[in-house]
């Protein structure tokens, strides 16, 4: 099981396309999307080992100018293929030992 989050990110108009590629590659599922306050916002489902270096990627992608917050929401099943990772990461910290 792992720890799954709410994210509301707020991002300028002409970004809207780098932070969602961001976002798919740290396998978030993205709920919904509307304009605020001059921005875009994006909701989304992130689970929280994709988001440890996220503030310094959205910086990046937005040139300082995207918001963005996290509140949890619950634990889900890890997805096969990152149990299987996992799993081989672990066995190979096992036999270094």
Same mark, same amino acid.
């Given at each position: /099981?792992?720890? $799954?989050? *709410?994210?509301? $990110?707020? $991002?300028?108009? !002409?970004? &809207?396309?780098? $932070? /969602?590629? !961001?976002?798919?590659?740290?396998? +978030?599922?993205?709920?919904? &999307?509307?304009? @605020?306050?001059?921005?875009?916002?994006?909701? +989304?489902?992130?689970?929280? +080992? %994709? /988001?440890? *270096?996220?503030? =310094? +990627?959205?910086?990046? *992608? =937005?040139?300082?100018?995207? &918001?963005?917050?996290?509140?949890?929401? #619950?634990?889900?099943?890890?997805?096969? !293929?990152?149990?299987?990772?996992?799993?081989?990461?672990? @066995? %190979?910290?096992? #036999?270094?030992?």
């Amino acid at each position: /099981m792992e720890p $799954v989050y *709410n994210l509301e $990110v707020l $991002v300028p108009g !002409d970004r &809207m396309g780098d $932070v /969602m590629s !961001d976002l798919q590659g740290r396998r +978030a599922i993205v709920q919904g &999307m509307s304009s @605020e306050k001059g921005f875009e916002k994006i909701t +989304a489902r992130v689970p929280l +080992a %994709e /988001m440890s *270096n996220y503030s =310094t +990627a959205l910086r990046s *992608n =937005t040139g300082g100018r995207a &918001m963005y917050e996290m509140s949890f929401f #619950e634990y889900q099943q890890v997805p096969p !293929d990152v149990q299987e990772q996992l799993l081989k990461e672990y @066995e %190979e910290s096992q #036999e270094e030992e």
